[in-house]
């Protein structure tokens, strides 16, 4: 089980672009919010999470994924839950994507150390240790991270790769007819 961190104030097309492309893939993913079921977006749409953070497996997942906005990442670096389900992920080698500002939750934590990654430009400073680069979406072995809304679709993209390999991924690329332009090591 993949989870999907929300907190208020999350960006809401780096949240559902990603999942929408993922369930379709047939990846099994669970939305969970940050304070209760009912999440509302930075642009004020509420999302109805499929767990509250209080009702998610700690011990069973088998990655995260945590969508950027404003304050929704401020939100996601002060839930415990959160933390400790990213440094498990982390430890685990398990999938662990963030995206916009949110790869700086990762990189507050030392996560990225000496990983290749990208975030919203002015993010840059909490990325400590990594390597930073120019692409739209950057995998590094098990971190995906991605420079924010515009790039939703290909991080979506990429994780769908990740988990469940590369042809899975082009061919939902094919179907959806979104561009290729993921850069992957």
Same mark, same amino acid.
């Given at each position: 089980?993949?989870?999907?961190?929300?907190?208020?104030?999350?960006?809401?097309?780096?949240?559902?672009?990603?999942?929408?492309?993922?369930?379709?893939?047939?990846?099994?993913?669970?939305?969970?919010?940050?304070?209760?079921?009912?999440?509302?977006?930075?642009?004020?749409?509420?999302?109805?999470?499929?767990?509250?953070?209080?009702?998610?497996?700690? =011990? %069973?997942?088998?990655? +995260?994924?945590? @969508? *950027?906005?404003?304050?929704?990442?401020? /939100?996601?670096?002060?839930?415990? #839950?959160?933390?400790?389900?990213?440094?498990?992920?982390?430890?685990?080698?398990?999938?662990?994507?963030?995206?916009?500002?949110?790869?700086?939750?990762?990189?507050?934590?030392?996560?990225? =150390? %000496?990983?290749?990654? +990208?975030?919203? @430009? *002015?993010?840059?400073?909490?990325?400590? /240790?990594?390597?930073?680069?120019? #692409?739209?979406?950057?995998?590094?072995?098990?971190?995906?991270?991605?420079?924010?809304?515009?790039?939703?679709?290909?991080?979506?993209?990429?994780?769908?790769?990740?988990?469940?390999?590369?042809?899975?991924?082009?061919?939902?690329?094919?179907?959806?007819?979104?561009?290729?332009?993921?850069?992957?090591?």
């Amino acid at each position: 089980m993949i989870y999907m961190f929300l907190a208020e104030g999350f960006e809401e097309v780096e949240a559902l672009s990603p999942l929408d492309i993922l369930r379709r893939g047939g990846v099994d993913i669970k939305t969970v919010g940050i304070g209760g079921r009912e999440i509302r977006g930075s642009h004020g749409i509420p999302v109805v999470c499929d767990l509250a953070d209080s009702e998610y497996d700690a =011990a %069973g997942f088998s990655g +995260v994924i945590l @969508p *950027g906005g404003m304050p929704g990442t401020n /939100g996601l670096d002060a839930s415990a #839950a959160v933390d400790s389900a990213v440094r498990r992920a982390a430890g685990e080698g398990l999938p662990l994507c963030a995206i916009c500002a949110a790869p700086s939750v990762l990189g507050k934590r030392g996560l990225l =150390a %000496g990983k290749r990654a +990208v975030c919203f @430009p *002015g993010f840059e400073k909490y990325l400590t /240790g990594a390597r930073l680069t120019r #692409a739209r979406v950057e995998r590094d072995g098990n971190i995906v991270t991605a420079v924010g809304m515009g790039a939703a679709v290909e991080f979506g993209l990429c994780i769908l790769s990740l988990i469940k390999g590369e042809d899975a991924g082009e061919k939902m690329r094919r179907t959806i007819l979104a561009p290729a332009a993921v850069n992957v090591l």
